[in-house]
């Protein structure tokens, strides 16, 4: 889906500011800061709301990747790493409020952004007073290239819809529907498909389900009849389980080829009996990746008590992605440089932080699930290479 590699959002966007008199010239580093003082990090997310799963895992995560990339120290260059975190629920306009209040405290670096909705807020809030911001599992593709200051920790939704389309052989004349929720992540699945498999001669449509929705019979009613053939699911949040079981319900995951991406571990034993009849694309699930950088990450999470899941890699990557950049000195403009074209090893493998628009390439996974109930869990069937995936550059 082409894209300028520095887009300009929708004026409604644009107008979000900064005006607080503690913050001095935008990307100027507080005094009390200095050559010696803390690194103000500030992470937003969602650690309440319909979200707030996802938010753990990230902020375990990023936890995770403070410590290993600091080798335990949670200090860079004997100067401490002094991590802020703030609830944005969910709501953007929380989320936009929680950024001014940490830039207007000294923060120069913020992370986070559960939310697709969120993340779009955000972005121009850096953009407009000089901070870096590392967006997480937020997957609109709207971030990638948003501005000069916003990079991404996690996969974006291009990535999502390119592993999909490996599950076919041709899509030349096939008829395609997304399944998805009326937000803008489920927009953007609609605007992704649209653009990889119309380009190789699918025809795609769309049927769309309120957020809040709680009957979700209908829209499976819809589905079985449109009989496309391919079903492509882009669902989040805590009405999953009840849209699995309307799917299941009117026959559509036994009369239709259905792709979905894997969500997180809780969420297996919903599939049941039909886990057999759904193809699953993989951001990340635990095992997908044997690296020594996913076993650091695993031994970090698991001696605080977490489990490592779908998100828990987007706030491992975002904590290596902050010290790189905070590693460069207090200059923003230095960070950023010090994070375009940076090539490292993450919990994947190999990453690479594209220096044009800021997109992070890396490999995705197709999987299947064994096992029943609370046994069930994914096996990887195939490594999908970062190249074979990757989004467009913007002209």
Known sequence: MPQSSRRTLPAALCTVTLVLSACGAPGAIPEEQGEDGPIKVGVVYSASGPLATYGKLYYEGFQAGLDYATDGTMELDGRPIEVT?????????????????????GHTILAGSTSSGVAVQVAPVAAENEVLFVSGPAATDAITGVNDYTFRSGRQTYQDIRTAATFMADPDGADV??????????????????????????????????????????FAEQAREADPDLLFVAWAGETASAMWQALGQRGVLESTKVVTGLDISASYPVFGEHKGDIEFLAHYFDGAADTEVAAAMRERVEQDGGTVDLF????????????????????????????????????KGELTVRAEDHALLQPMYQARLTGSGEDAHPELVESVPADRIAPPVGE
């Open 312 to 347: 828990t890699p987007d706030g491992f990557t975002a904590a290596q992605m902050v010290v790189r950049a905070a590693s460069a000195g207090d200059d923003t403009q230095e960070r950023i440089s010090a994070l375009e074209g940076w090539t490292f090893d993450g919990v």
């Open 177 to 218: 529907t997304v399944f998805a929720q009326q937000s803008a992540f489920g927009q953007d699945n609609v605007d992704a498909v649209t653009a990889v498999l119309e380009e190789q001669g699918a025809t795609v449509d769309s049927i769309l389900a309120p957020p809040d929705s709680t009957d979700l019979i209908p």
């Open 85 to 105: 975190e703030m609830d944005d629920a969910g709501d953007p306009a929380k989320a936009v409020s929680a950024a001014r209040e940490l830039i207007g405290s």
